[in-house]
């Protein structure tokens, strides 16, 4: 089993910065893929960036391509979202999930949930 603890959300303003953590322990961290999804309040979860168990292949929505970066460090099993300009909004919970090899979009797919971070970006 693979138990996931998130890190780093918080309140930002809009046009910062901020980097979400997720670190892993138990289980083979490197040969999951790893994603990030968000979710507001009254909807579903979005996909928002994947990264595929060798890092070769990453995946964004299309409204984060250019702005958010994923990352991974096997060594110190943990996945990393790098937000950058960010954008006002209602507060939204950041989770990251795992499933292995490759990173799909539809979190029905996952094995592994992280608790979740907030992040509220105010303008």
């Known amino acids: 089993q693979v138990q996931l603890v998130e890190s780093g959300g918080g309140l930002v303003q809009a046009g910062g910065s901020l980097r979400l953590s997720c670190a892993a322990s138990?289980?083979?961290?490197?040969?999951?893929?790893w994603s990030w999804f968000r979710q507001a309040p009254g909807k579903e979860s979005a996909f928002v960036a994947g990264?595929?168990?060798?890092?070769?292949?990453?995946h964004y929505a299309d409204s984060e391509k250019g702005r958010f970066t994923i990352s991974r460090d096997n060594g110190e099993k943990t996945v990393y979202l790098q937000m950058n300009e960010l954008k006002p909004g209602a507060p939204e919970i950041y989770y990251c999930a795992g499933r292995n090899v490759a990173a799909r979009p539809a979190p029905h797919e996952y094995e592994y949930w992280g608790q979740g971070n907030q992040l509220t970006v105010y303008s």
């Open positions: 990264i595929s168990w060798h890092s070769v292949n990453t």
């Open positions: 138990g289980g083979d961290f490197v040969r999951y893929a």
